[in-house]
């Protein structure tokens, strides 16, 4: 799978505002659990995303690329670039997927030839905050550009209608949203960050790569703590054991008993 993965290092121009996102992701992230081999399965929670990592496992990023074009991939865990170590920025460096590629990211990116593991750890053994940048812990992003086109485009798409005065208002207020209700996710402190693990051969090359616009077509991001802190911000529910006699069981006895005589 690494041997297809390409870096584009160059960095661009200044960005603007972000594009919206269309209504299906160009590129896909899920988080995979590489000690059990287990998908973590994402909780809709406050207008965000959110996993439970368990400390001391080892992960991996997936990204796939659901285009039949090239894009770059600017990941940013913890609020810093996977790939250069920077404080991450939609204008930095990022991995290149080629049409409908996938790949798994599994650690920092220390060179072409190795990455140091991604691992669920504390937050003060985290990467970022031994880096002296623990403000963004607990958080996976991705920036997604498209690549510029070369060949000439004979029927450009009609350019979308503008919104009115109240559907602009609206459209804020939806976007705002999420702010809002990320607030309120910080009612328990941050746990869990994301470590600088073993060395691991993870080989990639170098291409270049143009992007189409200085924005990123895709912005999303996944929160992510340990499954305690994720039910006492209630994106998780409280679970109670049953009691152990409430319970019917098929087997009470060892053998048949006589019924009660009928008085």
């Given amino acids: 799978m690494f041997r297809h ?11 603007s ?6 209504a299906r992701d160009i590129v896909e992230i899920d988080v995979i659990d590489r000690d059990n081999g287990q998908w973590l399965p994402e909780y809709r929670h406050r207008g965000q995303e959110w996993i439970a990592g368990v400390p001391g496992h080892r992960y991996s990023i997936r990204l796939a690329n659901t ?9 940013s865990v913890d609020g810093v670039n996977a790939v250069t170590g920077q404080t991450a920025s939609p204008s930095q460096g990022g991995y290149v997927l080629e049409p409908w590629e996938s790949a798994e990211i599994a650690g920092w990116r220390k060179s072409l030839h190795d990455i140091a593991q991604f691992v669920f750890t504390d937050l003060p053994d985290s990467y970022a905050a031994r880096t002296g940048r623990p403000d963004n812990v607990g958080v ?3 920036a997604v550009f ?3 086109q070369v060949r000439p485009v004979y029927s450009p798409l009609p350019a979308p209608p503008i919104a009115s005065g109240r559907a602009r208002e609206q459209a804020s207020a939806k976007a705002a949203a999420p702010a809002a209700d990320s607030a309120m996710a910080e009612a328990a402190p941050q746990r869990l960050g ?3 693990g073993q060395r691991e051969w993870a080989p990639v090359g170098q291409t270049d790569f143009v992007r189409a616009t200085r924005s990123p077509q895709q912005l999303g991001q996944l929160r992510y703590d340990d499954a305690d802190t994720l039910v006492a911000i ?11 006699r409430s319970a019917p069981r098929a087997f009470p006895n060892g053998f048949v008993q006589d019924p009660p005589y009928a008085r």
Avoid: K
């Avoid at 993965?5 to 960005?15: E, F, I, N, Y």
């Fill in 194 to 196: 994301t470590g600088h």
């Fill in 234 to 244: 209630g994106v998780l529910p409280r679970w109670h054991p049953p009691h152990a």
């Fill in 67 to 75: 285009s039949g074009e090239r894009v770059l991939v600017v990941l």
């Fill in 17 to 22: 505002c972000s594009l919206p996102a269309s």
């Fill in 140 to 142: 996976i992003g991705i």
């Fill in 5 to 15: 993965l390409v870096l584009a290092l160059a960095l661009a121009s200044s960005l």
């Fill in 146 to 148: 498209r690549e510029r």
